[in-house]
C-alpha cells in the first residue's frame, strides 16, 4: 500500500537515476543510517560488537571490494584472504613506523598499498579469464602469506612472528589496542563502511561501473564501442583492492588486535568473502551486505541455539555449526542463484503491488 | 549517373553526398594459409549508405572486421578521414568515431536497455575516477548530458517502454534495435550494420530499413552495411560492393551491380562445360 512509484514522479533525470527511486526506500535507508549512527552506539556491549557488528562491517567491506571485482567486472578472485594480509601488514607497518599519524590515514594508505599490489596480480588477467584467473589470484594467495611468514621485516622482526596493534586513538578515543570501547570499534568500522559503499555505489552506477559490467557481459562487444579492456579491468582490481585493503586493516587493527598470517588471512577468508558475494549476489552492493551478514550471523545464531538454547556440547554445536550452514549453502543457491539481493528484488516487486496480485 | 570515382555525386532521391569518408587501398588478409580477403580496394563517401554483399564465406565479415579493427590485413592501407590509420585496436577504431553492431547480437545482457545504451556513450564521457566516486560536478552534469542524447535515440528508435528491461529478457527483434540505438549513441562518423536484419520477419525488416534509412537522413550517419536480403540491399544502398571468395567482383549503384555479369553468375552459379 505504502510502497509505490505512483505519485513518485521523477522529472529531472537524476531524479530518475537515484539509488532509491521508491520514497518508502529513500526513508527505509536514512532510518537504517540514523540507526545505526545514533542509536546503537549506546546500546553496544563487547559481545554485540566482537561476535557481530565490527566482523559484519569489516567483512562487508570486503564483500563489497570482491563483489566489484567479481560480480561487476566478471574477474573471479581467490586471492582475498591474501589481499587482506597485504592490507592487514601494511597498515601494522605504517603504524609502527609513522605512530603520530592518525590510524584513519593509515587505513586509507593500507588500501592504497593494497590497491598497488591487487592491480599488479590483476594484470594476467588481460590474458586469461575465468577459471584460469582464479588459479593465478590462487598463487597470488599463497605467495602473500609465504611472503608475510617469511620476510621477518614484515612483522619487525617480533619472536612470535605475530603483528600485534599498538594503542592508536582518533580524537582522544581510543581505537585499537586492547583497551578499546566496543562502541568506538564499531563506530570506526560503520564510518569507513559507509564511505565505502557510497563510493562503490557511485562507481558501479556511472560509467566506470558500466565498462565493468559491459566487460563482464561481453568484453569483445565492450572493445568495439570504446572500452579499453587494460584499463577497465585493471581499474576494477584497484578499486577492489582498495576496499579489499582497509578491509584487511581494519580486520587487524580494529578487530583482532593481533594476527598471525596463515591463520587470520589464509585461503579460508578468501572463500569465505567468494561465498559472501555468492550468498548475497554478484553484481549487488546490497547483496554485499545481505552475504557478509548471513555468513557472519548464521555461526553465531546457531551457536546460540544449540548451546544456549539446547544445552549441548560446544564442540558437537561447532561441527554441526558447518553442516547446517554448508547445507544452508547448498539450498540457497538451488533455490535462488542470484542471492539474498534477488530474493529481496523480487520481494519488493511483490510488495509494489500488494495486495492485489497483478 | 555522374563520377563516382573522385568526388561528390548526388543520388537518385536527391541527397547530396560528400567527400571520401573512408578509403579502403588493395587490402589483403590472410588466416594462415587462407585469403580472407583479396586485395581490396573501395570506398565510402560521407553521407552514403553503402553495402557489402555476396554468397556465403565472400569475406564480407571480415572485411567489415578490417573497417572496425578487428583484424589488421597484412597488406593495404586503411584511410579515415583523408589520414592513413595505422593498425590499431578496436577500442581505439571506437574512439575515431566508428561503431558497429553484430551479425549475432553481442549487447551486454546483464545491464538494463538504458545503460546498454549509455555504455555506448563511453567514447563522450571524460570525468574521471574521483569525480565519479563522489558523484560530484562534473560526474553528474556528464551522466545527465549523455542521458539526454540517450532520450532521445530512445525516443527515435521507438523502445520507450523497455528503457529499464534487463536486455536478457528482451526478444531478438528489439534486441537488435536496442543494439542499434547503442551504436548511435556514439554518434559514430561511420555505422557499421553486420546483417541488420538477419532472422526478422517482414515487418521487423521494414521496421528496421526505416530505422536505417531515417537515420542516414536525420543525423547524416555514413552507413556501411552487409545484408542477404537482396530486396532489402537494393532498396536502401546508394552503392554496393560485391564479393566473392574473398575478391571484389562489383562495384557500383544498385543498378549497375544488377546487371553486372560476373555478379549474376556468383549468385546464380554459371554453366560449366
Not at chain 2, 594462415?32 to 583479396?38: H, N, P
Not at chain 2, 523497455?162 to 527483434?173: A, F, H, M, Q, W
Not at chain 2, 537482396?230 to 566473392?244: A, F, I, N, Q, T
Request: hydrophobic share 50%; glycine share 10%.
Amino acid at each position: 500500500m505504502f510502497y509505490r512509484e505512483a505519485g513518485d514522479f521523477s522529472t529531472t533525470y537524476p531524479q530518475d537515476s537515484q539509488t532509491f527511486p521508491i520514497k518508502f526506500d529513500r526513508y527505509r535507508y536514512y532510518v537504517v543510517l540514523a540507526i545505526a549512527f545514533l542509536v546503537l552506539p549506546f546500546v553496544m556491549n563487547d559481545y554485540w560488537a566482537n561476535a557481530v557488528f565490527v566482523p559484519f562491517l569489516i567483512y562487508s567491506i570486503a564483500a563489497i571490494g570482491l563483489n566489484i571485482l567479481t560480480g561487476y567486472c566478471g574477474q573471479v578472485s581467490l586471492g582475498t584472504g591474501g589481499f587482506m594480509a597485504v592490507g592487514a601488514y601494511s597498515c601494522y607497518k605504517l603504524m609502527t613506523a609513522f605512530p603520530e599519524v592518525s590510524i584513519l590515514i593509515h587505513v586509507m594508505l593500507a588500501g592504497g598499498i593494497t590497491a598497488a599490489v591487487v592491480t599488479l596480480f590483476g594484470l594476467p588477467s588481460l590474458r586469461i579469464k575465468g577459471f584460469y584467473l582464479a588459479v593465478a589470484t590462487l598463487a597470488a594467495q599463497f605467495f602473500l602469506v609465504w611472503l608475510f611468514n617469511k620476510v621477518p621485516w614484515f612483522y619487525n622482526y617480533s619472536a612470535s612472528g605475530q603483528i600485534s596493534a599498538p594503542e592508536r586513538s582518533v580524537f582522544g578515543i581510543v581505537v585499537t589496542g586492547p583497551n578499546t570501547e566496543a562502541w568506538a570499534k564499531y563506530l570506526v568500522c560503520l564510518i569507513f563502511v559507509t564511505i565505502c559503499a557510497v563510493i562503490a555505489r557511485n562507481l558501479t552506477r556511472g560509467t566506470i561501473g558500466r565498462t565493468w559490467m559491459a566487460i563482464r557481459d561481453m568484453d569483445i562487444a565492450a572493445e568495439i564501442i570504446g572500452v579499453n579492456p587494460l584499463k577497465a579491468k585493471l581499474t576494477a582490481f584497484m578499486v577492489s583492492g582498495f576496499f579489499v585493503g582497509i578491509a584487511g586493516a581494519l580486520f587487524f587493527a580494529v578487530y583482532l588486535g593481533a594476527a598471525e598470517v596463515g591463520e587470520s588471512f589464509g585461503i579460508d577468508k578468501s572463500f569465505l568473502v567468494l561465498f559472501m558475494i555468492i550468498i548475497g549476489g554478484l553484481g549487488s552492493i546490497f547483496g554485499s551486505f545481505a552475504g557478509a551478514a548471513f555468513m557472519v550471523l548464521l555461526p553465531v545464531l546457531l551457536k546460540n541455539i544449540f548451546v544456549g538454547g539446547l544445552g549441548w556440547p560446544t564442540d558437537l554445536a561447532a561441527h554441526l555449526n558447518f553442516i547446517v550452514a554448508g547445507g544452508l549453502i547448498i539450498m540457497f543457491l538451488i533455490l535462488e542463484p542470484h542471492g539474498l539481493a534477488q530474493l529481496w528484488r523480487l520481494a519488493k516487486e511483490k510488495l509494489r503491488l500488494w495486495p492485489f496480485p497483478h | 549517373m555522374n563520377d563516382m570515382s573522385g568526388g561528390n555525386y548526388t543520388t537518385a532521391d536527391g541527397r547530396k553526398i560528400g567527400n571520401t569518408l573512408m578509403e579502403m587501398k588493395n587490402i589483403t588478409l590472410r588466416f594462415g594459409g587462407v585469403v580472407a580477403i583479396k586485395d581490396i580496394s573501395f570506398d565510402i563517401h560521407e553521407g552514403e549508405i553503402r553495402a557489402i554483399i555476396g554468397p556465403n564465406g565472400a569475406g564480407k565479415s571480415s572485411m567489415l572486421n578490417v573497417v572496425s579493427g578487428f583484424y589488421n590485413p597484412q597488406e593495404g592501407e586503411v584511410w579515415f578521414r583523408g589520414k592513413k590509420r595505422p593498425p590499431m585496436k578496436p577500442y581505439q577504431v571506437a574512439q575515431q568515431g566508428i561503431a558497429r553492431t553484430f551479425q549475432n547480437i553481442a549487447l551486454f545482457e546483464g545491464m538494463s536497455v538504458l545503460d546498454n545504451i549509455m555504455t555506448g556513450r563511453l567514447t563522450h564521457m571524460k570525468s574521471g575516477m574521483f569525480a565519479q566516486a563522489l558523484w560530484l560536478g562534473k560526474a553528474e552534469r556528464e551522466e545527465t548530458q549523455n542521458r539526454e542524447v540517450v532520450e532521445k535515440i530512445i525516443d527515435f528508435l521507438e523502445i520507450q517502454t523497455i528503457r529499464k528491461t534487463p536486455v536478457g529478457r528482451l526478444p531478438y527483434g528489439l534486441k537488435k534495435r536496442v543494439e542499434l540505438a547503442r551504436a548511435l549513441a556514439a554518434e559514430p562518423k561511420l555505422l557499421l550494420l553486420d546483417e541488420p536484419m538477419a532472422g526478422m520477419n517482414v515487418e521487423e525488416k521494414e521496421d528496421m530499413s526505416r530505422f536505417i534509412l531515417d537515420v542516414n537522413d536525420e543525423f547524416g550517419t555514413t552507413i556501411a552495411l552487409i545484408e542477404h536480403d537482396m530486396g532489402v540491399v537494393m532498396d536502401l544502398s546508394d552503392r554496393v560492393v560485391v564479393m566473392d571468395y574473398g575478391k571484389k567482383i562489383g562495384d557500383g549503384t544498385p543498378d549497375e551491380v544488377r546487371n553486372n555479369q560476373e555478379v549474376i553468375d556468383a549468385y546464380l552459379g554459371v554453366a560449366h562445360d
